[in-house]
């Protein structure tokens, strides 16, 4: 009988973790595209699922998560050319009462922009820092590592 119990006891437990899904409302892609010689525009595009919301890079402190881009500051052989530009499906630009503050957040897409000066052949690393939030919830940040592998001529 206490085979039987134990038997049942795992058998539950497996299923309830095995159902449990991670959710993962925003994919994240990029890509380099030449714009000149040795100069680059890096793309970050996200995919943002219904209901679901992710905040600009600049928001003041005090507030949620801001999604943020950060190179490899070891590497000395790209210059950024200019402040990261964004743009996005649905973008909102209001009062939030949670944390009462102007915030900045867009649904459905978000395209941040960097032109970036290759000084040497290199493979350009950092991470991609942001935060998923709906109606009911924000999950925990969430951070993706990118490389390019970027030429100067």
């Known amino acids: 009988m206490k085979k039987f119990f134990a038997s049942v006891f795992i058998s539950l437990f497996i299923s309830t973790f095995a ?3 991670i ?3 925003i ?3 990029w890509k ?3 714009v000149a010689k040795g100069e680059y525009k890096l793309i970050f595009t996200a995919k943002i ?3 679901w919301h992710t905040y600009s890079q600049f928001i003041g402190e005090g507030g949620p998560i801001p999604t943020s881009v950060t190179y490899d500051a070891s590497n000395k052989d790209f210059q950024l050319q200019g402040k990261a530009t964004e743009a996005g499906g649905k973008m909102h630009d209001e009062h939030d009462p949670v944390f009462d503050m102007q915030l900045k957040y867009f649904d459905e897409a978000l395209t941040i922009t960097q032109k970036i000066k290759v000084l040497r052949d290199t493979k350009l690393k950092g ?3 942001f935060m998923a939030c709906d109606d009911h919830q924000c999950l925990p940040p969430d951070q993706n590592e990118f490389e390019f592998d970027l030429k100067a001529n």
Do not use: F, H, N, R
Request: aromatic letters at 6%; hydrophobic letters at 35%; proline letters at 11%.
């Open 49 to 51: 699922d219904a209901k």
């Open 27 to 29: 994919k994240w892609t």
């Open 19 to 21: 159902s449990a899904q």
């Open 127 to 129: 991470t991609l820092e």
């Open 23 to 25: 959710v993962t409302p």
């Open 32 to 34: 380099a595209e030449p």
